[in-house]
Nanobody, 123 residues
């Protein structure tokens, strides 16, 4: 499956952004998916995950209550609504898919990656 992430940009602290990930393929709903983020010099970290059906979701403690992950399998898309953004949320955000129904927390568990979209939160 090919993934294309979009929606990043510059926003002030307290603001909101919505990231989107468009996927290809007729079996999109069989892939567990996730959003990861990475800043220079640090490892890529899990932000949010969602199962193939969209019924199961999980969030990193740092984004819980502020970010919401969702997917629309009919449109082969996944989204990340980010509210109450903080400067520490600044990172390149990647969407990822794995050949298993459920999401995973480790980046190495994913088989496909989007190209990344930069989110910058100013203070």
């Amino acid at each position: 499956v090919q993934l294309q992430a979009s929606g990043g940009g510059l926003v002030q602290a307290g603001g909101s952004l919505r990231l989107s990930c468009a996927g290809s393929g007729r079996t999109f709903n069989t892939y567990g998916m996730g959003w990861f983020r990475q800043v220079p010099g640090k490892e890529r970290e899990f932000a949010a995950g969602i199962s193939g059906s969209g019924l199961n979701t999980d969030y990193a403690d740092s984004v819980k209550g502020r970010f919401t992950i969702s997917r629309d399998n009919a449109k082969n898309t996944m989204s990340l609504q980010m509210n109450s953004l903080r400067p520490e949320d600044t990172a390149v955000y990647y969407c990822a898919a794995r050949g298993a129904y459920n999401y995973a927390l480790r980046p190495t568990a994913y088989d496909y990656w989007g190209q990344g979209t930069l989110v910058t939160v100013s203070s």
